[in-house]
């Protein structure tokens, strides 16, 4: 289909795994441990709200980081007490390290009730024989642990990440068989062996997807995203997995075919799978829908083919999105439309939070004729970092005029100018 780019380290992590293929004994329709997960186990508490203010002075968190942390809670959660959970973790030999790292990777555990919901839990997995110190490595590795409802799920989770954080050496022989748990933490170990971090592979854990509880199916399906030349320390090949995994061969085939007669090659296709594996499940419903909405927007069929080979996920983003990022580029700063061709990441950039406000700077800039009579590049603008951005527009005018420097940031801030 295409050439196979398989450094040595990837080379041997196959063939290590074809070693293992002999003891893999998987079951038939394994459960996933996903169902025993609440995804409301949270009830509105009194107590001190849930505020930025907050999680800076109890938790030495930087502003932007819990204002970051404060959206993944939703707004029914404001009147939570934060202070109980903090204060039971910590009675439970948690250090602010632990918590801090806790916090920023299940922010809703602050949410939760400390005495009804988290101190059952806690009590339980200490009367189980959890000692503190492993207690607090793994929830601090895996807290949505305690998003558990039930005794027995909660103790087969746990001790499931226990096997994957502490069993480095764990023998695949010594592994259950004939049970749903250890075909899964089978499967994982091979991931875990085969480079993939701990942080990736947790999640699969309780994932609503069942990439990990496949016969054969999990087997080829990792042959093929190994053989594509997928790195497997990153998030790309458990999206290319789980991706490909859902998808039988003949799906496969018929969106080959469908690509076909919009003009793409197979090679075609597999780069953009490669650049963005989430594309290929998409409907052609979707797909034409998409392509219409660009078209709609002044692209002609070449440049939506060339931006989508270049960037994949344009196909993801809904045509509304579309129109209205392309709309503010080409219509409202005149950028033309080859602009975001050569530059389609600007797709996926934030409008509100990163676009316009860098926009609003160059219009100031312009409208004091500090930038010539010619717009900036649409890539100078905006496919650089806020402090790139910021040097390059911004802090060049500092030794002359300071003021003018204050109104800018002010502008670039949202912030109103003294």
């Known amino acids: 289909m295409f050439s196979l780019i398989i450094r040595e380290r990837k080379q041997l992590a196959l063939q290590k795994w074809r070693n293992f293929r002999v003891s893999l ?10 169902s025993s997960f609440s995804s409301a186990d949270v009830s509105p508490r009194k107590g001190q709200n849930f505020t930025v203010s907050y999680l800076v002075e109890s938790l030495g968190f930087t502003t932007k980081l819990a204002e970051s942390i404060l959206r993944k809670v939703t707004t029914e959660d404001s009147n939570c007490n934060p202070d109980s959970v903090l204060t039971l973790l910590r009675s439970h030999g ?16 602050l949410s939760l009730d400390a005495e009804s919901s988290l101190a059952p839990k806690l009590r339980f997995l200490t009367s189980r024989g ?6 607090t490595e793994i929830l601090s590795k895996v807290p949505k642990i305690l998003g558990i409802k039930k005794d027995k ?98 799906t496969v085939q018929e969106k080959l ?39 709609g927007l002044g692209f002609t069929r070449d440049e939506f083919a060339v931006l989508v080979k270049c960037h994949p996920q344009c196909l993801n983003y809904s045509a509304e999105l579309v129109k209205k990022k392309t709309e503010f580029l080409v219509k ?45 590049s649409l890539g100078s603008v905006l496919v650089c970092t806020d402090r790139a951005f910021l040097k390059r527009y911004v802090m060049k005018h500092g030794d002359d005029n300071k003021k003018l420097v204050a109104e800018l940031m002010a502008v670039f801030t949202g912030g109103h100018v003294s």
């Not at 004994?25 to 996903?34: E, T, V």
């Not at 948690?94 to 555990?109: E, G, K, M, N, Q």
């Open 153 to 250: 799920a909660l103790s087969r989770y746990y001790d499931f990440a226990r096997e994957i954080i502490t069993a480095t050496d764990k023998s695949y022989y010594s592994l259950p068989e004939g049970s749903a748990q250890g075909n899964k933490l089978r499967n994982v170990l091979v991931l875990r062996d085969m480079g993939v971090p701990q942080r990736l592979l947790l999640p699969l854990l309780i994932s609503n997807h069942h990439v990990c509880c496949g016969k054969e199916k999990f087997e080829e399906t990792l042959k093929k995203v190994v053989e594509m030349g997928f790195e497997p320390a990153t998030f790309r090949f458990i999206e290319a997995l789980r991706m490909l995994y859902q998808l039988s061969e003949r």
């Open 332 to 376: 409202d700063m005149n950028w033309p439309v080859k602009a975001l061709v050569s530059n389609p990441t600007v797709f996926g950039y934030n409008l509100e939070k990163r676009t316009i406000p860098r926009c609003n700077v160059i219009k100031a800039l312009m409208s004091e004729g500090l930038l010539g009579s010619e717009l900036p």
């Open 94 to 109: 948690f250090t602010d390290s632990h918590l801090s790292t806790i916090i920023r990777t299940y922010p809703r555990l």
């Open 130 to 135: 959890a000692s503190t110190s492993e207690l």
């Open 25 to 34: 004994y998987f079951l038939q329709n394994p459960s996933a441990f996903s």
């Open 257 to 295: 075919s469908f690509y076909g007669k919009l003009g793409f090659s197979e090679e075609d296709v597999w780069e953009m799978f490669k650049k963005n594996p989430s594309f290929l499940p998409l409907s052609e419903k979707n797909v034409l829908n998409s392509i219409e909405a660009y078209l």
